[in-house]
């Protein structure tokens, strides 16, 4: 017996169908990254904390000016 033929002769039918099973493999593709937040929430945030920014200040302010009212 040759080295590297097969034990077995492959027999292909005449007629019928012929039928091939294919195993499904699992296909490896590039990861999509995702931003941890939106550009979008990123502006809320930033709108947020200067308005909060805004109100501190008024509020240092007015607590100024009523202490200057009672001296």
Do not use: H, N, W, Y
Not at 45 to 71: H, Y
């Amino acid at each position: 017996m040759p080295e590297g033929r097969a034990l077995f002769r492959e027999v292909l039918p005449k007629q019928g169908q012929l039928s091939v099973e294919d195993v499904a493999t699992m296909v490896l593709c590039k990861p999509k990254l995702l931003p941890l937040k939106s550009v979008t929430l990123e502006k809320l945030e930033k709108m947020q904390r200067a308005a909060q920014e805004t109100i501190r200040q008024q509020e240092v302010s007015q607590r100024e000016q009523q202490q200057q009212s009672q001296q």
